[in-house]
């Protein structure tokens, strides 16, 4: 599933996501039940009676690329499904990103053809997707940026009916597993001294505010007996209207993806979360 978080600060925006990734598999249990018939009453046994299966995950890894920049001015971070047509979602951007030479005036125009792209690319995967709810979403982006000197963060919903919602002015938007982030908006809500106040955030505010959020949904679900679904490492990336997509904290192999010179960042994608 996925945490991906995107900030709208008073000096930029900050668009950050987890690295975990998880394969689910299902079980299937076939059990022997005895019982007594209610007319007769022998004692009779059913053998073989298919259980509802069990869902379990069938391969971790705490290195997938769910953040990543866009034609240098936007940033793309997905959530939900992470492997799509045989390919994974960061494939499918980069491979989208390198095949068009369309010029991208703001941010609602990159979410619009993200959304065609993929709305096409997911009635290839599920091809039975009209039996489906209409609410139906396996797939997410937050496309965060600017219009003009507007900024956003515009969540596409890919699904059934794929859907756009654009989100501006001072806050937070999330996508993905966002029950613990809930949680802590309610208790901000119930009291104004615990209100979170965006529009006073500094850029560094809103780069330690998205890792924890982050952590503090990895850390619920380590505890928890539950499938995690989010953790690993945190990406962050950074835009300003004055300034590209700039990484403030990445993985190792992020920096020889996305980096020109990756051997001479200069400390800037590190594990430290500094600007």
């Known amino acids: 599933m996925t945490l991906a978080v995107s900030l709208r600060v008073p000096d930029g925006l900050v668009i950050a996501s987890d690295s975990l990734s998880t ?16 007319k007769c009453r022998k004692e009779i046994k059913i053998k073989n009676v298919s259980m509802p299966s069990i869902q379990i995950p069938t391969s971790l890894s705490s290195f997938a690329q769910k953040v990543f920049p866009f034609k240098k001015v936007f940033g793309i971070a997905t959530f939900g499904m992470a492997i799509l ?36 690319e997911i009635k290839k995967q599920i091809k039975d997707i009209d039996k489906a709810p209409d609410d139906f979403y396996p797939l997410g982006f937050l496309v965060a940026g600017y219009d003009e000197d507007i900024a956003k963060t515009i969540v596409v919903s890919i699904g059934k009916k794929s859907k756009i ?26 009291d104004p001294r615990r209100a979170t106040i965006y529009a006073t955030f500094s850029l560094q505010d809103a780069v330690d505010y998205a890792e924890y959020l982050i952590y503090s ?21 950074l835009i300003t209207p004055f300034k590209e997509f700039t990484w403030i904290k990445c993985k190792e192999m992020t920096k020889i993806l996305e980096m020109e010179q990756p051997l001479n960042i200069g400390g800037l994608c590190n594990e430290k979360s500094t600007i």
């Not at 850390?219 to 962050?236: A, K, L």
Request: aromatic share 12%.
């Open 23 to 38: 394969t689910a598999g299902h079980i299937g249990i076939a059990a022997e039940f005895e019982g007594q018939c209610p």
């Open 85 to 120: 047509n045989e390919k994974t979602i960061y494939y499918h951007v980069k491979k989208l990103e390198k095949n068009t030479n369309e010029t991208f005036l703001g941010a609602i125009e990159v979410a619009n053809f993200i959304m065609e792209y993929f709305n096409g």
């Open 165 to 190: 919602k654009e989100n501006i002015g001072s806050g937070c938007t999330y996508g993905g597993d966002g029950e613990v982030v809930n949680v802590l908006w309610q208790l901000s809500k119930s």
């Open 217 to 237: 949904t990895a850390n619920f679900q380590r505890f928890s007996n539950m499938i995690p679904t989010v953790g690993g490492h945190v990406d962050i990336g």
